[in-house]
Every structure is written in C-alpha cells, then in structure tokens.
C-alpha cells in the first residue's frame, strides 16, 4: 500500500552543526507535506509544511525541500540545539476525489545532538 | 491560534473498563479530526477519521465496535475504548485541522492509556 518512509532511524549530530532528515513517499498524487517534531511522550508540533507546487521553504533555521520527480523530501535544520532532540515525522496528505483526506505518517527518524 | 486539547493526559483502568478520551479545538473550527495510536518507538498510525454530525471512517483492522468516536460539534470528538484489555494500552493522539482546510493539522498532547 503507499506509505511514506524514512532512510535513517537515527541520526546523531554535533552541537551547532547542520541536520537533514530525510523522507520518502510513495504516493506521486500528494500534494502537501508536514514535517512534525515529537518530544518524549508528547504530540507531534507542527514544523513547516511544503505544497507539490513548490521545492523549497524556509522557515526559522528549517528548510523543506521537495523534489516530486523522485518523491523525496527533506527537512534540514541549521546550527542544530540541544532542544532539537526529538524524533521527527514526515507526513503526506492523501486527497481523495470525495473531498475527504487523510495523512499517512513516515516511520520517524530520532536526532539526537552531541555537545 | 490553532491550539488542540487532549484530556486526559494519562489514564490507568482496569481490564473491562472503558475510557473516554476528549479532544477539543480550542479556537477554531473542525469539522474533521483524526485519531491516532503510537506504541514506543514507532509511528504514528491512523485509526479513524471524525466527522462532526456524521459517523467516523475507520482504517482497516481497527473495531469500531471497540473504538467509539462521536464528534457531536465542530470543537469537540471522544474516543471512548471500550472493554478495555492490556493490549489497548498505547499512546492516543488526536489531532485537527481548520474547517474548509485539510492543510496545517495540529495534534493535541496525547493521552498515555495503561490497562492493567
């Protein structure tokens, strides 16, 4: 069935460098994505979303880029904190021709930053 | 804005119970709300989509008969787990997004179920 998955489960980054986490997704008829950030025990929070008609969003110290033709998106975060640790999801919006919709999640992939 | 609330956060029950878990909307408007089950370390997977005024549309493999949603107005959906057995203990998330848009959809706290 689609799903949206994930490359790396976990990935370790040093205090003040870069991230990217990495998502792909099976279903070339998504037309939006959301990258969420989850704390232990918490909900996800909202990070920054990216619509199928663009290829790259900024928002504070994240970046989303998209590239439809292999269906892969990342999530890149600059000058990663201590707070950054979390696990983070991709989701995809899955429209269908009722109207309706559903988001389907990415297995997940935990940061973790080294001082 | 666009803040959701779960209550309660934590629950423990006895096998046989039902819980109830409420999600709500706090300023703004759903006519759409999706509930979700999280084991440690794993994903988040759909269990059902509610509908204000209408019944819930349930993914495969989930019991509707176990997993009571009721949306009865645009801020408000319960998710009641009925007979509560130990495999039900899970985290719950529900989560929404603005009437008239299926973009930006904002979870609540979730609420940690422990069936003993």
């Known amino acids: 069935g689609e799903s949206v998955g994930l490359h790396l489960p976990t990935l370790s980054v040093q205090e003040g460098d870069n991230s990217i986490i990495n998502c792909a997704y099976s279903n070339s008829a998504s037309d939006y994505f959301i990258w969420y950030k989850q704390e232990s025990g918490k909900g996800p929070q909202f990070i920054i979303d990216?619509?199928?008609?663009?290829d790259k969003r900024q928002g504070q110290r994240v970046t989303v880029l998209l590239n439809k033709t292999v269906k892969h998106l990342s999530l890149q975060i600059a000058a990663t904190q201590p707070g950054d640790s979390a696990v983070y999801f991709c989701?995809?919006?899955?429209?269908?021709?009722?109207?309706?919709?559903?988001?389907?999640f990415g297995t997940g992939t935990r940061l973790k930053v080294l001082a | 804005g666009a803040v959701v609330s779960q209550h309660p956060s934590r629950v423990i029950c006895k096998s046989g119970t039902s819980v109830k878990i409420e999600c709500r909307s706090l300023d703004f408007q759903a006519t759409t709300m999706f509930w979700y089950r999280q084991f440690p370390k794993q994903s988040l997977m759909l269990m059902a989509t509610s509908n204000e005024g209408s019944k819930a549309t349930y993914e495969q493999g989930v019991e509707k008969d176990k997993f009571l949603i009721n949306h009865a107005s645009l801020t408000l959906s319960t998710l009641t787990v009925t007979s509560a057995h130990p495999e039900d203990s899970s985290f719950y998330i529900c989560?929404?997004?603005?009437?008239?848009?299926?973009?930006?959809?904002?979870f609540g706290s979730g609420t940690q179920l422990s069936v003993l």
């Open positions: 989560s929404a997004s603005r009437m008239g848009t299926n973009e930006k959809l904002f």
């Open positions: 989701a995809e919006n899955n429209l269908f021709t009722s109207g309706t919709y559903k988001y389907i």
């Open positions: 990216i619509r199928s008609n663009m």
